[in-house]
């Protein structure tokens, strides 16, 4: 028997390899060009958890990409800890601001990470932090130092809004009961001041067209007379703020859930520097919604924003024209008892209400989902936050993320049980953007810590 530290001293070249291979694998769940390749990852988790130690293991079919599940049941009338993380991954696009190809994983130093960072996409988000905890099982299992009952349970359509999941929850709850619900897909404060997400927000998520005339018009002859739908889109999205930056759709503030004083009051002493934040992004100012810090914009207050936005002529050259349509994808952040069916409804209500005649508007919905909290006197959250302070030296600080895992209320719901959220990753680690990278350091530290979260949750449990 050897203790962690050791164990990963000895392995580390290794585990990184292994991750290596992973990341090279391109399963991007919204194209479904890369069918095969979700197939091939999929495989590849199911081995992954063979190794490390699993007793059974199965690739389950679903609607949509296969979900891995894995288990190592030593006891019956010890504790389960379910362990989620997704194989799936964003699109590498725009591929042309990679310093690298997204998936031919480079090992690169930066400033944040001089140990080196694994830069790929997925590489954060989530399989170098799915894969932590599979190389924490490899240790539990092959150091005789598996406190508890395991099940893995990893998915392949988490970005694009985990339909498949919701289908096998709903239908497997039995083989899914367990005791606490372990996630590292978040990220933490910084490598010498680790925290763990307390809250995430909900989602909604709309498309919008505006069609104008039935046909594109020559500008000229037609301009000045008949609403150009892109004008009018822009108008009727500037709308949508006041000038304090408050959303102004009837009642989407109705049910938000106001922080206390001391929520807030406890949020401010978080360490975050706004000159570090906004030099980080190379940003002259901040932005966001009067009354509120930006910490407290970017997690505790729903927020509606612009995705993307067409319509026209965007070819070389210039071309007269006042098209028929213009388009917009609009994302809505959310916050506890706000409920994504009802701010997607109440937003096509006011979408249409502010439509002039001149124009016709649809409002398709797309995925969405609700925001998630925790408390922090519960064992779960005692358990982790005793071994990151064993590990970092430090104890972590709760803190609420802007970020969405839908499928962690509907755990709740259908499994009743509390989700711990141990991220490793950074905010500057990239992901979803080019060049996305986790720190070497994180995810053996992810390695290190994990095993301990099994051995203090079992023993308080
Ligand atoms: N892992 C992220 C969510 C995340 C990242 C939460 C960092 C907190 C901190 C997840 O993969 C993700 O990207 N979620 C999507 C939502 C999903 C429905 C597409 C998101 O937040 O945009
Ligand atoms: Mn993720
Ligand atoms: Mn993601």
């Given at each position: 028997m050897t203790d962690i530290k050791n164990y990963i001293s000895q392995n580390k070249d290794r585990f990184i390899d292994?991750?290596?291979?992973?990341?090279?694998?391109?399963?991007?769940?919204?194209?479904?060009?890369?069918?095969?390749?979700?197939?091939?990852?999929?495989?590849?988790?199911?081995k992954s958890l063979e190794d490390a130690g699993c007793d059974k293991v199965e690739i389950c079919e679903t609607p949509g990409n296969p979900i891995v599940y894995g288990e190592k049941?030593?006891?019956?009338?010890?504790?389960?800890?379910?362990?989620?993380?997704?194989?799936?991954?964003?699109?590498?696009?725009?591929?042309?601001?990679?310093?690298?190809?997204?998936?031919?994983?480079?090992?690169?130093?930066?400033?944040?990470?001089?140990e080196g960072a694994i830069f790929a996409r997925g590489s954060c988000d989530d399989k170098g932090q799915f894969y932590m905890h599979v190389k924490a099982l490899e240790y539990m299992t092959t150091q005789d130092q598996l406190p508890c009952n395991v099940k893995f349970m990893i998915e392949g359509e988490e970005e694009v809004g985990s339909s498949s999941l919701d289908w096998f929850v709903r239908r497997n709850q039995e083989k899914l009961?367990?005791?606490?619900?372990?996630?590292?897909?978040t990220g933490m404060i910084s490598n010498t001041q680790p925290s763990i997400t307390t809250g995430l927000r909900g989602l909604s998520y709309v498309e919008v067209e505006v069609t104008g005339p039935n046909r594109d018009l020559h500008s000229g002859l037609y301009g000045g007379a008949v609403a150009n739908p892109i004008n009018i889109l822009a108008k009727m999205l500037a709308a949508l703020h006041d000038e304090n930056n408050h959303i102004t759709i009837p009642s989407f503030y109705d049910k938000v859930l106001e922080a206390s004083d001391e929520e807030r009051k406890e949020m401010a002493k978080a360490p975050f520097s706004l000159d570090?934040?906004?030099?980080?992004?190379?940003?002259?100012?901040?932005?966001?919604?009067?009354?509120?810090?930006?910490?407290?914009?970017?997690?505790?207050?729903?927020?509606?924003?612009?995705?993307g936005?067409?319509?026209?002529?965007?070819?070389?050259?210039?071309?007269?024209?006042?098209?028929?349509?213009?388009?917009?994808?609009?994302?809505?952040?959310?916050?506890?008892?706000?409920?994504?069916?009802?701010?997607?409804?109440?937003?096509?209500?006011?979408?249409?209400?502010?439509?002039?005649?001149?124009?016709?508007?649809?409002?398709?919905?797309?995925?969405?989902g609700e925001a998630y909290v925790t408390p922090i006197d519960n064992i779960g959250y005692r358990a982790a936050n005793k071994a990151y302070t064993e590990t970092f030296g430090v104890q972590a600080i709760p803190q609420r993320s802007g970020g969405s895992i839908p499928i962690v209320a509907l755990f709740e719901q259908e499994l009743k049980s509390k989700?711990?959220?141990?991220?490793?990753?950074?905010?500057?680690?990239a992901i979803h953007s080019p060049n996305e990278h986790f720190g070497?350091?994180?995810?053996?530290?992810?390695?290190?810590?994990?095993?301990?979260f099994f051995k203090y949750f079992t023993e308080m449990s």
């Open positions: 292994e991750l290596i291979e992973l990341l090279k694998i391109p399963s991007v769940s919204a194209d479904a060009a890369h069918k095969p390749d979700m197939l091939k990852t999929a495989d590849a988790v199911k049941i030593i006891d019956a009338s010890l504790p389960t800890v379910l362990v989620y993380g997704h194989y799936d991954v964003q699109p590498a696009d725009p591929v042309e601001l990679w310093d690298s190809p997204a998936f031919e994983p480079v090992i690169k130093k930066t400033e944040i990470h001089p009961t367990n005791d606490v619900i372990l996630i590292s897909d570090a934040y906004k030099k980080s992004i190379d940003l002259g100012d901040v932005y966001g919604e009067e009354g509120y810090s930006t910490l407290e914009r970017a997690s505790i207050r729903p927020t509606l924003d612009v995705n936005i067409w319509g026209g002529y965007i070819e070389e050259g210039a071309k007269t024209v006042i098209p028929s349509k213009a388009y917009a994808k609009i994302s809505m952040r959310l916050v506890p008892n706000q409920t994504s069916d009802e701010i997607t409804t109440l937003f096509t209500k006011h979408f249409e209400n502010i439509a002039p005649k001149s124009v016709s508007v649809k409002v398709t919905p797309h995925h969405g989700t711990i959220l141990m991220g490793f990753g950074l905010d500057s680690d070497i350091f994180n995810y053996l530290k992810g390695i290190e810590t994990i095993p301990l």
